[in-house]
């Protein structure tokens, strides 16, 4: 997969960044993987604390705190603010609870959300995993790039 989104974006002169906090640069990494990535790869955040997701991306705290880290919302406008830093045509955000310990009262443990924007649509998937930490972030990786790749339309 990551080669044919490589390709495509290469191919079709586009651009990708990505916005981490519960992969916390592993999906960053995986998809710089193959020679040929700064063809397309603009750059990643890793914002995995809340004030940081509210200095550097400008998220209201506020509202962080009442919908939780872990949500729709703050996966969307992670997406939404980093698009706006690097001008990227494609923008993945992932955010969630890796495990074990929950991260507040509102948030489950394997919860996780996925925000993916492209040239036309915006798309925010929720996923219950129940690995272990690790499992659950590669999960979180492989789902990520997954979206990326049934939305370019190769």
Not at 7 to 33: D, P
Not at 74 to 87: G, L, P, Q, V
Not at 122 to 146: C, M, P
Request: proline share 1%; glycine share 6%.
């Amino acid at each position: 997969m990551i080669n044919e989104i490589q390709h495509f974006l290469i191919e079709n002169n586009k651009t990708l960044s990505v916005c981490e906090s519960i992969t916390g640069g592993a999906l960053s990494s995986k998809l710089i993987s193959k020679a040929g990535s700064s063809n397309f790869f603009q750059g990643s955040l890793v914002v995995y604390n809340d004030e940081i997701k509210s200095k550097i991306l400008g998220i209201d705290i506020k509202k962080i705190k009442e919908l939780s880290a872990v949500s729709e919302w703050t996966a969307y406008e992670m997406a939404k603010s980093t698009k706006k830093i690097f001008s990227s045509d494609y923008v993945i955000s992932t955010t969630g609870n890796a495990g074990p310990k929950k991260y507040d009262e509102i948030s489950k443990t394997g919860q996780v959300f996925i925000t993916l924007i492209t040239p036309i649509k915006s798309i925010t998937k929720e996923y219950s995993l129940n690995g272990d930490r690790l499992e659950n972030i590669k999960k979180t990786v492989d789902f990520a790039i997954t979206l990326l790749h049934k939305n370019l339309n190769i």
